[in-house]
C-alpha cells in the first residue's frame, strides 16, 4: 500500500498541473520537491523495495541481487552518515546554485532532477523508518537526533531564498511570464514553502520515531524485568 502511495504522490507531484508549472514558478517547484522528497520518499521507504526484491527473485536473479546487496556500494550508501550527507548536500546545491536554473532550461536535467529527490529521500527516509534490514540500524534516540539535524538544512535554504532582492536563476527572466506573483515574491513563496512546510514536515517525521522510542523502552523494561524475576527464583 505505502507503494503505490508513493508511486501515486510521485506522479501528482510531476504528471499533474505541479509538474506543468514547475519550471514556471518556483513555489510550485518546491511544492513539487516537497512532495517527492518528504512524502513520496518516506512511503516508498516504508514500502522497503529492495527486501521485496530480494524475496520475489529466484535462481540467478536472486543471487545477483544479494550480491548487489551485500557488495560495498550497497553497504556505504546503508550508511546514515552517508543519507544523511546527501540530503544536507543535495538540498542546497539544487536550490542554491546554478545547477536549479540548468533544470530551467533542460527537460532531461529536470527530470534527473525528480530522480534525484527521490533516491536521496529514500536513503534518507530509510533510516528513520527501518523496515528494510540494516546494518546500521540506529537506536529510536538517534533517530530523533538525526531527524532535528536535518531540520537546519531546510532552515537555511529556505531562509537563503527568503533573503534575496533579486531573481537569482536567469532562466525565469527569459519567461516574460506576465500573470501570478512577481519574481521576486515567487523566490521568496519558495522559501517559505521549504522553510515552514519543510521543517514541519520534518518534525512530523519525529513523532512515529518518539512512538518507536517509547516502544523500545517499554520492551527493554519488560525484558529487565524478566530477568531479575529470573534470578530471584
Do not use: C
Amino acid at each position: 500500500m505505502a507503494f503505490f502511495g508513493g508511486l501515486f504522490l510521485t506522479a501528482i507531484s510531476i504528471g499533474s498541473f505541479i509538474g506543468v508549472y514547475d519550471s514556471v514558478l518556483f513555489w510550485d517547484h518546491m511544492t513539487q520537491h516537497l512532495i517527492l522528497v518528504m512524502i513520496a520518499a518516506p512511503l516508498f521507504a516504508l514500502a522497503a523495495p529492495l527486501s521485496l526484491l530480494w524475496s520475489a527473485t529466484t535462481g540467478s536473479a536472486h543471487q545477483w541481487v544479494t550480491q548487489g546487496l551485500r557488495s560495498g556500494v550497497a553497504r556505504f550508501f546503508d550508511m546514515p552518515i552517508t543519507a544523511f550527507a546527501l540530503y544536507a548536500v543535495v538540498i542546497p546545491v539544487t536550490h542554491l546554485t546554478s545547477f536549479y536554473n540548468y533544470t530551467l532550461g533542460n527537460e532531461d536535467i529536470r527530470n534527473l532532477e525528480h530522480v534525484i529527490f527521490l533516491v536521496v529521500g529514500y536513503l534518507f527516509w530509510r533510516q528513520v523508518f527501518p523496515v528494510e534490514h540494516s546494518a546500521h540500524r540506529m537506536h529510536p534516540a538517534l533517530r530523533m537526533g538525526y531527524l532535528f539535524l536535518a531540520i537546519p538544512v531546510d532552515t537555511f535554504v529556505g531562509v537563503s531564498l527568503d533573503s534575496e532582492t533579486h531573481e537569482i536563476f536567469p532562466n525565469y527572466l527569459l519567461l516574460h511570464r506576465t500573470w501570478g506573483p512577481s519574481l521576486v515574491t515567487d523566490l521568496h513563496l519558495g522559501g517559505v514553502i521549504m522553510w515552514v512546510v519543510g521543517d514541519t514536515l520534518m518534525t512530523l517525521g519525529m513523532i512515529p520515531v518518539a512512538v518507536a522510542w517509547l516502544r523500545y523502552e517499554e520492551r527493554k523494561s519488560i525484558r529487565v524485568d524478566r530477568e531479575l524475576d529470573a534470578m530471584a527464583l
